[in-house]
């Protein structure tokens, strides 16, 4: 088990928390993150092949104000500023995605020099600036060419996956130590081979969904396995899936708490929005069993060695949380939904504003997992623009982001592993079917222009990485949230 406290000279502290009030664990990796697709833009340059997301683009109606990430922040050639500016915010680490078709632009096949060296300039300029790669392998951009061929739901998935990941492991291990193998697959599942709303806007039978699924995980494990056999320098493997967090309203009651874990950890709906078919495979090498009854008939048949590939060892269990919803014990002992209150605090995007989560999903996960947890996005959007005076003011996000690693805070403290924290997202970006409308950075990007400029949020947060957490709770601040510890 990797532990990054232990990397950066701390003693060993079981809890991991030094001293009181919000302080982290020394080491403890403050980051935030991106995407290819979302930030880099130059979609035609250096032999980069086309994806799915270029190619849902130009589907009428199908992203708002017809957006497109041709551009985006242009990060392809503007890195270097990006670079500094992360510097300048104090980050210690950078969660980035590789674009399949820069490396492989028909998805297959030798790899795309002038796309390896674009990552080869980007990581080197990250360690030259003193902040750690962290980096994902896929963010949902499979090249075109391979989605013409089934995408995911080709069983041959798990070897084009396997032989990409090669490709990068090979260009990159010896200055990259970190890996995630699949970023929240439960919604490239959901959006895009269900509801139709990502790439590559198929709606699909659930037989199907679940086939293109057990691929996915047929491919993490593959994925793992290469990093592991080619890695050049010891490293950290995991993934990032999405935590659905079902928190107790009365903390105090161990059945309120045992009725959230149960629904944390159920899978009882078709939108795949669960934990456990997607993580009991990787973690035990088998389906849940409510998942099986659940899906029936549906569910796909499983080969001799499938499930093998899935369970690889990994080092740490990424998560991907942004909200969570209340439940209270019912009369029939299972958890019961509650309603939030009129007027409930939200985001832009109307997801309801729980700090909860970030204590009770890691404290549920690793109780499940026994994995260290790395947060691997957390964040909020927001309506931000320049003031009168150029001053981009997001009190909001710095609201909801003290809110919530104060949760996560008390997770640590509560004996949690966590070692790191990835803020969603470094810089405004193309929010897929949203396009430019929603604004998720702590760097505003005038999408015009291209200018960039910090905003209080980045300053805020500055502040937070410097002191290790201690500036998060000043003396006689608001309890963060309703939850009480167990
Ligand atoms: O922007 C996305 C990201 O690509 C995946 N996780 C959720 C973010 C906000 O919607």
Redesign the pocket.
Known sequence: MNDYSKQNGSTNNPRGVQGGGSVFPRGFLWGAGS?SY?IEGAVNVDGRGPSVWDTLCTRSGAIVGGHTGDVACDHYHRFRDDVALMKSMGLKSYRFSIAWPRIQPDGVGPANTKGVDFYRRLTDCLLEAGIRPFVTLY?WDMPQALQNRGGWLNRESVHWFSEYTRHVVTALSDRVTDWITI??PQ?YINLGHNQAKHAPGLAMSLREQLLATHHTLMAHGASVMAIRGLAKKPSHVGWAP?GRVDFPVDPGSPECVAAARANTFAVDNLGHWNNTWFGDPVIFGHYPEDGLKYYGAAVPKIEPGDMELMKQPLDFYGV?I?SGAPVRLGANGKAEAVAHAPGHARNALSWPITPECLYWGPKFLYERYQLPIVIT?NGMTNLDSPDVDGVVRDPQRIDYTRRHLLALHRAIADGVPVNGYFH??IMDNF??AEGYKDR?GMIYVDFVTQERKLKESAHWYREVIATNGATLAPAGAAAPTSAAKV
């Open positions: 995407s979302q963010h970023n929240e919604i999405v991907n942004y996005e969603w997202s929010e897929w998720f």
